[in-house]
């Protein structure tokens, strides 16, 4: 049976609140769908899809939290390893609203994914040291940041597509930025500063945790607000 | 295994009640969606967020009633930490559906929100003194008493929207004064009577339970009714 999560464990009340968080933007995003204009709908299907996902590894890691209170990394990577590409195929979508977009673009955002949390992966994971697995991480991360600031991705948004796609994109951009610098910041809170990891793991999720509401929810919610702003001015 | 539900524990029954009562209005108000014009539907879709949150939660502390007779704080509050910020952007759409609404009325509703559950949930989960933290909770409930009834968010009404709209505001803005006056009354008999709250756990849930009965289906209700109303009008 498991067990109850206590009124002073504030990293299990985090798992638990963003588990329904997650749950309710679900909902949210597969239900509104039917508000926007066609080609709009696969962006809050996917949206809807991330958050699907996560919701049921939150409710895995939650359960991991609350009963061990050691941090459910192989359930962590699972999800990411399945929401981040989905992330990647928004940011697509978003691009082939505004133009005709290489299929190229789209790979190399996937290789610097898969880079990104393998590297992450194997120094959670204990495979190889904290560190040099860091780097590797980082050259991934860096990579997606490169192709959408100065690559071929970026070149895409200077033709003339509407203002709110045009601020979605951006948006989008700032998100991968400085959302997604919150990941390596838990990992340094995590891994890197000379405790234990076993007495860093609440710092890790918590920040990995208050990063997921932003990446996950907030991100889907641009692009709703987007649909739904272009679907009303297309009518 | 799980315990199982006696024929006289009536808290428990009351908790069993809603919970069910709560899915059949997650339901309820995610098919009826489909009834009301565009602009309508997301009011609908929060009000089944709302239930569907709430439902979850009342399964697990239907559980924690049932199987140890003890308050189940934790979820409670991670319920309304969620459901509440969801009442008030009902509240916004609303308001926004009768004039262009300034965001700061929003952050306000927030802020009166969290500084409302957060002290209420440090006097329950006994990290300060029950009544210095029921003030506090007092102080945000007045706060965003005052938004509605005077401040910003109140003078937006005064202008012309349809009949049926300024009704539903009018309705919604006595729930957030007669409705949730009844969550203080219960926290008053569950810990402010002198009596253990051990002795009161029975009172103070049987009060919050018919609050959240009023509070998210009967709220969730005008807001449908509003609904339905206007986008007969409308055709
Ligand atoms: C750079 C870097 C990391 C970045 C992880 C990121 C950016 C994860 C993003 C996850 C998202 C956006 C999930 C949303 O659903 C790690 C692997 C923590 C450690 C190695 C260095
Ligand atoms: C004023 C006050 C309280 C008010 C709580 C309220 C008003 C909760 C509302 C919950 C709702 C509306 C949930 C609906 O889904 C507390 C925290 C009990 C105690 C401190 C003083």
């Known amino acids: 049976s498991s067990a109850i999560l206590k009124p002073d464990d504030f990293v299990g009340i985090s798992f638990w609140l963003i588990s329904m968080a997650l749950v309710a933007s679900t909902a949210f995003f597969f239900l509104e769908r039917d508000r926007v204009s066609p080609k709009w709908k696969t962006s809050l299907t996917v949206s809807?899809?991330?958050?699907?996902?996560?919701?049921?590894?939150?409710?895995?890691m939650?359960?991991?939290?609350?009963?061990?209170?050691?941090t459910p990394t192989v359930y962590r990577y699972i999800d990411w390893l399945i929401t981040v590409p989905?992330?990647?195929?928004?940011?697509?979508?978003?691009?082939?609203a505004i133009a005709k977009?290489?299929?190229?673009?789209?790979?190399?955002?996937?290789?610097?994914?898969?880079?990104?949390l393998v590297g992450g992966y194997v120094g959670e994971a204990g495979y190889v040291a904290v560190m040099p697995a860091f780097i590797v991480g980082m050259i991934g991360w860096a990579f997606i940041l490169y192709e959408?600031?100065?690559g071929e991705a970026s070149k895409i948004n200077a033709t003339s597509a509407p203002k709110?796609?045009?601020?979605?994109?951006?948006?989008?951009?700032?998100?991968?930025?400085?959302?997604?610098?919150?990941?390596?910041?838990?990992?340094?809170?995590?891994?890197?500063t000379g405790h234990s990891p076993a007495d860093s793991a609440g710092t890790l999720n918590?920040?990995?945790?208050?990063?997921?509401?932003?990446?996950?929810i907030a991100f889907g919610l641009i692009i709703w607000t987007v649909a739904v702003t272009e679907s009303e001015n297309s009518k």
Chains 1, 2 share one sequence.
């Open 206 to 216: 918590i920040i990995y945790n208050l990063a997921d509401v932003l990446n996950k």
């Open 48 to 60: 809807g899809l991330v958050t699907l996902v996560a919701a049921v590894h939150y409710f895995y």
């Open 148 to 150: 959408i600031f100065a």
């Open 62 to 70: 939650r359960e991991v939290w609350v009963e061990t209170g050691s």
């Open 101 to 116: 977009v290489p299929a190229g673009v789209f790979w190399r955002l996937m290789v610097g994914t898969l880079v990104m």
């Open 86 to 96: 989905l992330l990647m195929i928004e940011f697509y979508l978003i691009l082939s």
């Open 164 to 192: 709110s796609v045009q601020s979605a994109f951006s948006t989008m951009r700032w998100i991968v930025t400085i959302g997604w610098a919150i990941y390596p910041i838990g990992y340094y809170f995590g891994y890197l």
